[in-house]
């Protein structure tokens, strides 16, 4: 039986979480793993691919390269993309969607990329079937992702579909949401144990104990949706219908951490409720009306705070940017008051609301968060 093939793959994440997708894909077992900037490498076979996708909870995307080429020009690029056999992945009445990226390269414009990519494969389904795939940029059959540097261009299938923080819980955005997959490094970065209390005070729609909550159940973070793989030509259902059923998520039956999320408004908490609910770990969280500003937190608890605080940037924020640093001074001198040995992870926008927090010894990490650039502060208080 000739051994299965393997792939290399790359599986993507927000800048600033590299560090714990790698411990994530180390954690897999995943070959030849190695950070780079915007995720992480890695080789593997079909399972690999599949794994990845429904164990991973940091990454964004994991794509499989087809190949790698030189595209100096618009003809180079076309001939080598032609070439492909795209019939394997991609039915004739199929549908697709090319995404570029490109740096340092003759070739520069994305629009183009994306067309002449998208015109070599369709015109290579017309020569020889004499039909040809649809573009469909919502929900394609195969997601394509061309990356051009220095002329140099890598050519890879995303294996995902839809962006992995979709996990298919969450009923209610809320007020500038904090993406699943961001929610979940988080937790990684403030070394939560999943046994200790977790508390998350500006909870908003409850992305953050949602996601601890489901790590500490054991539930991975692709267990209820689908993936692009599976609408490709030469996906083996059987085989992948059989390892699902070897991967079933059940909560754990152990004692559950206490996981509290508060907020001040009742509308977030009652969507926080309902995220939960359909997360399947409504009752594993207690939500409660409460001001961050008034944080209980009980003697000896040895706590994680985890929280996206407000950044005064937010839909519907009515406060100056003053206000906001009242707020941060404010929290943070209840959290010296009642939080001595509190393990604290908190994302804000920039240093200066870090700094109005008035704790020492905070070490602080840039992500980024819908495209702005963020200060996680990360220590004890």
């Keep these: 039986m000739p051994a299965p093939e393997r792939h290399a793959c790359f599986a993507t994440c927000t800048r600033g979480v590299e560090p714990v997708l790698q411990a994530e894909v180390r954690a897999l077992g995943l070959a030849r793993q190695e950070r780079q900037v915007g995720g992480v490498y890695f080789e593997g076979t079909r399972l690999d691919v599949w794994r990845a996708n429904r164990h991973l909870a940091t990454a964004v995307r994991v794509l499989q390269r087809l190949a790698r080429f030189s595209a100096r020009d618009g003809d180079e690029l076309y001939a080598a993309v032609h070439e492909l056999p795209w019939e394997r992945w991609l039915a004739p009445e199929g549908s697709l969607a090319v995404a570029a990226q490109a740096t340092e390269s003759a070739l520069d414009h994305t629009r183009f990329l994306e067309q002449r990519v998208k015109d070599a494969i369709v015109d290579r389904f017309r020569a020889r079937e004499g039909t040809r795939p649809a573009v469909d940029r919502e929900d394609p059959d195969l997601r394509i992702h061309l990356h051009l540097h220095a002329d140099r261009a890598t050519l890879a299938l995303d294996t995902s579909g839809a962006a992995l923080h979709r996990r298919a819980w969450r009923l209610h955005q809320g007020r500038a949401p904090l993406a699943e997959n961001l929610?979940?490094?988080?937790?990684?970065?403030?070394?939560?144990?999943?046994?200790?209390?977790?508390?998350?005070?500006?909870?908003?729609?409850?992305?953050?104990?949602?996601?601890?909550?489901?790590?500490?159940?054991?539930?991975?973070?692709?267990?209820?949706?689908?993936?692009?793989?599976?609408?490709?030509?030469?996906?083996?259902?059987?085989?992948?219908?059989?390892?699902?059923?070897?991967?079933?998520?059940?909560?754990?039956?152990?004692?559950?951490?206490?996981?509290?999320?508060?907020?001040?408004?009742?509308?977030?908490?009652?969507?926080?409720?309902?995220?939960?609910?359909?997360?399947?770990?409504?009752?594993?969280?207690?939500?409660?009306?409460?001001?961050?500003?008034?944080?209980?937190?009980?003697?000896?608890?040895?706590?994680?705070?985890?929280?996206?605080?407000?950044?005064?940037?937010?839909?519907?924020?009515?406060?100056?940017?003053?206000?906001?640093?009242?707020?941060?001074?404010?929290?943070?001198?209840?959290?010296?008051?009642?939080?001595?040995?509190?393990?604290?992870?908190?994302?804000?926008?920039?240093?200066?609301?870090?700094?109005?927090?008035?704790?020492?010894?905070?070490?602080?990490?840039?992500?980024?968060?819908?495209?702005?650039?963020?200060?996680?502060?990360?220590?004890?208080?």
Excluded: K, M
């Excluded at 001198?333 to 604290?344: D, F, K, N, P, W």
């Design 183 to 381: 929610a979940a490094a988080l937790v990684r970065f403030s070394g939560w144990d999943a046994r200790a209390p977790l508390v998350d005070p500006f909870c908003g729609s409850g992305t953050i104990v949602i996601e601890a909550a489901w790590q500490a159940a054991g539930i991975a973070p692709g267990s209820l949706r689908s993936f692009g793989f599976e609408r490709w030509r030469d996906h083996d259902a059987r085989a992948y219908a059989a390892w699902q059923a070897t991967q079933a998520s059940v909560p754990r039956e152990r004692r559950r951490p206490t996981l509290v999320a508060s907020d001040l408004d009742e509308t977030r908490l009652a969507e926080a409720r309902a995220n939960a609910a359909q997360a399947g770990v409504g009752d594993w969280i207690r939500c409660e009306v409460a001001d961050a500003r008034a944080l209980a937190l009980r003697p000896g608890w040895n706590a994680f705070v985890v929280t996206n605080a407000p950044y005064g940037l937010r839909v519907g924020d009515a406060g100056e940017p003053g206000d906001v640093l009242e707020l941060y001074r404010a929290f943070g001198a209840r959290l010296r008051e009642v939080g001595r040995g509190t393990r604290l992870a908190l994302l804000a926008l920039e240093r200066a609301q870090v700094r109005a927090l008035g704790l020492r010894g905070l070490r602080t990490e840039s992500l980024l968060n819908g495209g702005l650039e963020c200060q996680l502060a990360l220590g004890e208080v």
